[in-house]
Each structure stands twice: as C-alpha cells, then as structure tokens.
C-alpha cells in the first residue's frame, strides 16, 4: 500500500485547507484510515480517523467542529478538510493506514503512512 498526501501550503489565520490522501496498491475495505500532524519539537498528533467501509468517523478533541474526515471510493482517496486553522495548527500532516480494521490513536498501530504535506498557518 502506498500513500500519498498532498494540499498542504501556506495560509492566514482564519482560512482553510483541504489536504488528501491518494491510496495505491493492496488495500483492502476493512482499513482504517487516520491523519496524524507533527509540528516542530512535539511529538506525533492524530488528527482524525475514518473507516474506509462504512465511513464513521473518529476527532481528537482538538480538531473536532473544525476538521472533516471524508473518504472517495471512486478515487481512493481521504480528505481532510481543515477550517478555522490556528497558528497553532502549523505542522507537518500524515495520513496513514491501519490494516487491522481498529480505530485507534496509537500511530504505532498504523502500518502504512503517506510522506507528509507541510502546512504552515500565518497570524
């Protein structure tokens, strides 16, 4: 399985983002699909989770009422759409692949990971 995350850039306080993720190869319909965030000097954050069949969703607090996970089946392909973005949120996202079917926060679960997409958020 191979990820590929992309959408990341520079935006002001205030704005939005969408980020996605493109998935390729092997994958199968019970995985669970997450993004997680590491900004400078902090340790991995998970964001956000979605079941690829079925679609339920999971937020770290956090993110929750300002962050959407989505899927596309016709593209294999996560969304994360990100509104209200903070200085704060400035960091480089992930998104992953957790082959077992079991939503978690644990990123040690998650056995794939796309190469990240840098997202910068100006005051």
């Known amino acids: 399985v191979q990820l590929q995350a992309s959408g990341g850039g520079l935006v002001q306080a205030g704005g939005s983002l969408r980020l996605s993720c493109a998935a390729s190869g092997r994958f199968a319909s019970y995985y669970v699909m997450g993004w997680f965030r590491q900004a400078p000097g902090k340790e991995r954050e998970f964001l956000a989770a979605i079941r690829w069949s079925g679609g339920t969703t999971y937020y770290a607090d956090s993110v929750k009422g300002r962050f959407t996970i989505s899927r596309d089946h016709a593209k294999n392909t996560v969304i994360l759409q990100m509104n209200s973005l903070k200085p704060e949120d400035t960091a480089v996202y992930y998104c992953?692949?957790?082959?077992?079917?079991?939503?978690?926060?644990?990123?040690?679960?998650?056995?794939?990971w796309g190469q990240g997409t840098l997202v910068t958020v100006s005051s």
């Open positions: 992953a692949a957790d082959r077992s079917g079991t939503v978690t926060m644990n990123q040690n679960a998650y056995d794939y």
